[in-house]
């Protein structure tokens, strides 16, 4: 089994930072790239930002200069670190790996969402 156990959602005030986490767990080989995803009520999932096991990274355009995807593969954890939140950032986020596992099979995997609420 794979699980993936995000971190690090409340509210804060526009202007303010938050740091979300992602550890994946369970009988892991290795991972490929991992990303987080967000959706607001009414709207389709979309891909925030995202980074490969090598480092390089992707940012959807609403996001660049805002929020740094990293990630310790020692540590098989992901982290968005977010700045300059706005209230249209207000989403749940979902963390996600593509990995292989100990038996060899690739796929991806979700984690349950993490809330974000921009508010003052």
């Known amino acids: 089994q794979v699980q993936l156990v995000e971190s690090g959602g409340g509210l804060v005030q526009p202007g303010g930072s938050l740091r979300l986490s992602c550890v994946a767990s369970?009988?892991?080989?290795?991972?490929?790239?991992m990303g987080w995803y967000r959706q607001a009520p009414g709207n389709q999932r979309e891909l925030v930002a995202g980074?490969?096991?090598?480092?390089?990274?992707n940012y959807a355009d609403s996001v660049k200069g805002r929020f740094t995807i990293s990630r310790d593969n020692a540590k098989n954890t992901v982290y968005l670190q977010m700045n300059s939140l706005k209230p249209e950032d207000t989403a749940d986020y979902y963390c996600?790996?593509?990995?292989?596992?100990?038996?060899?099979?690739?796929?991806?995997?979700w984690g349950q969402g993490t809330r974000v609420t921009v508010s003052s």
């Open positions: 996600n790996a593509e990995l292989r596992r100990s038996n060899g099979y690739v796929r991806a995997y």
């Open positions: 980074i490969t096991s090598g480092g390089s990274t």
């Open positions: 369970g009988s892991i080989f290795s991972i490929y790239t």
